[in-house]
């Protein structure tokens, strides 16, 4: 359990660089600060993935709450405005942990009060609790049985990655069936059903201005927003009262809210017991692991990272192994492989499928090769070879024989067995940022961890071809390693660093110290001898290793940049220019 005292919830300046996330399976989500205050464009209680895991909207940016104590109003949501933080529910605010979804506790004038917020799997939608107890005393009996709790959702309806401003086009209609209030202010967008267990619904609507998102104005973007706000709840309290929302892209029942939650606890808790041991930092990150597999069509697929990120291949290839084998979920493994094997095109697998659900991008020449090694580790753990032999191995070879003839950006298997890729203007490693027309690290030719990748795939390929009895490719598939391997160590050593060059690019080769050639020594087959291979890692380490991962150049390179800050330009200049990577 994660938790932060009433001192850190208390003082904004150290509570909002402390974010929570809450994730539905489906690429959807729910996030903000650990004291509510959105500060970033994609916080928000409702952001759902309406084509899964795609097309993410913010539905719900947040709620207005007050406690209402004889007619004195005490506020428990946060925002920033220009210059001012308001409400200020923090003061009232004792603790916030992660328990496994994030509770907030407050206290007022004798009155304890947590809200909880769950999100539920496979579904649009966050379920919301209150729970209102009385303190110790008579008076506190007293004030919560002639209180009441009053409560009005802001809305955005917008596209995650833009902000919403005060228009007259919208729909303010709001529709109620029951306990049930649904909200559509567009024909274009989907509805928001609010299920509640209120006493009154106040339809009256009006707008909020100006809200002011720190992480947004820090980041060099746009920073302000209108949010709608369509009705207001009010609800009676008594000794012991729960109050529920139930947000949705369907119609749920307020009064199953308690229901709902302990579902979803269950659901974690199964996760739990499944992991490979009870260490508690191993069942944490295990817990931690689920929110990024999430749906693709019929298939599984992997989130590359909350909150703005989609599933791009090759983030997805590195990471299944611990994802899913290491935490058992063979059948998520497989389910994922079969989805991108689907999107393999001219022998490429996708770098990433974009927010709006168009064609996948194949702008990479790594995220292919890393197919290979995650096929390789589901072998390691479940020796399922005829899965392998019936669903992949024709994709496999199919990659193979277009790498050898040549696809899109160059890429393509020279004379000397490696494989050269890249055109002007187009970045196909993972060091891949690029402002406008400018690429900050091209690395055309070849790149050292492409031909470790590309040897590691023909070592693969000559393995199973050797158990598929498919004699004449097995053969094939050996010559074209040994050719490289051979070639690889003639002109990517570098005697004088005892490392690796980075690229060579005919007679031109780059001997910046960065972490791409520690693959030619992790993977699965190694180009390298026992000697090169541990002056490879000490070379690494040397100029590299941090406590938090590799840096991404050594400080001793003139291009090191040594802050990764600023606007998005100067971000993006120093991403890869020794910003520390995990």
Not at 295 to 308: L, S
Not at 380 to 408: A, C, K, M, N, S
Not at 412 to 427: F, I, M, R, W, Y
Not at 449 to 454: G, R, S, T
Request: glycine share 6%.
């Amino acid at each position: 359990m994660i938790r932060f005292d009433q001192a850190i919830c208390g003082d904004p300046a150290v509570a909002l660089s402390r974010e929570w996330l809450e994730t539905n399976g489906l690429g959807g989500f729910a996030s903000s600060t650990i004291i509510g205050l959105n500060t970033r464009r994609y916080h928000g209680l409702l952001v759902a993935a309406t084509r899964p895991p795609v097309g993410r909207i913010v539905m719900l940016s947040g709620l207005e709450e007050v406690l209402i104590i004889d007619g004195r109003r005490y506020p428990l949501s946060s925002n920033q405005y220009p210059g001012i933080i308001h409400p200020q529910s923090y003061k009232f605010q004792t603790d916030f942990r992660l328990d496994p979804f994030p509770i907030f506790t407050y206290e007022v004038e004798g009155i304890s009060i947590e809200k909880s917020i769950v999100m539920l799997h496979g579904e649009n939608t966050t379920v919301v609790q209150y729970e209102f107890r009385e303190q110790d005393g008579d008076s506190a009996n007293t004030q919560l049985r002639a209180a009441s709790f009053e409560l009005r959702p802001l809305v955005a309806f917008r596209d995650y990655h833009s902000l919403a401003r005060e228009t007259g086009a919208i729909n303010p209609h709001v529709e109620t069936d029951g306990a049930i209030a649904i909200i559509k202010p567009a024909d274009r967008l989907p509805a928001l059903y609010l299920a509640h267990n209120g006493n009154e619904v106040e339809t009256a609507s009006c707008w909020y201005r100006n809200f002011e998102y720190a992480q947004e104005r820090a980041r060099g973007f746009d920073f302000r927003e209108d949010l709608f706000n369509p009705f207001s709840l009010t609800f009676a309290l008594g000794q012991e009262s729960v109050v529920s929302i139930v947000a949705s892209t369907e119609r749920r029942d307020a009064r199953r809210a308690e229901e709902y939650r302990k579902k979803e606890i269950d659901r974690r808790q199964k996760l739990v017991e499944a992991a490979p041991c009870d260490d508690e930092c191993v069942t944490t990150l295990v817990a931690a692991s689920d929110q990024y597999i999430v749906a693709r069509d019929t298939h599984k697929t992997v989130i590359a990272g909350y909150p703005w990120f989609s599933d791009w291949g090759r983030d997805t290839m590195i990471s299944l192994p611990g994802l899913t084998l290491v935490t058992g979920r063979f059948d998520v493994a497989r389910s994922i492989l079969l989805e991108f094997a689907r999107y393999v095109d001219r022998g490429m697998l996708p770098n990433r499928f974009p927010d709006a659900g168009e064609t996948p991008e194949y702008n990479t020449v790594d995220a292919t090769l890393w197919f290979f090694e995650a096929i390789q580790a589901l072998l390691r753990y479940t020796e399922d070879f005829q899965f392998v032999r019936t669903q992949l191995y024709p994709v496999l070879t199919d990659i193979i024989g277009w790498h050898v003839r040549g696809t899109r950006y160059g890429i393509h298997v020279e004379k000397d067995g490696l494989l050269s890729a890249g055109e002007p203007g187009v970045q196909l490693t993972w060091m891949d940022a690029k402002v406008g027309d400018w690429v900050v690290t091209p690395r055309r030719g070849k790149p050292v961890e492409i031909q470790a990748l590309w040897y590691n795939a023909l070592k693969i390929m000559e393995e199973l071809a050797g158990r598929f009895a498919d004699d004449v490719n097995r053969w094939w598939y050996r010559e074209m390693a040994a050719r490289a391997q051979t070639s690889f160590n003639e002109v990517f050593w570098n005697d004088d660093a005892t490392a690796l060059f980075d690229v060579v690019d005919g007679e031109i080769r780059d001997a910046a110290i960065r972490p791409n050639q520690i693959f030619a020594a992790c993977l699965t087959h190694s180009m390298l001898s026992r000697e090169r291979l541990l002056s490879v890692i000490e070379s690494v380490e040397r100029d590299l290793l941090t406590p938090y991962g590799l840096r991404s150049l050594s400080p001793r390179d003139p291009q090191y940049r040594a802050h990764y800050e600023g606007d998005s330009l100067s971000r993006d200049g120093a991403y890869h220019q020794g910003t520390v990577w995990a």
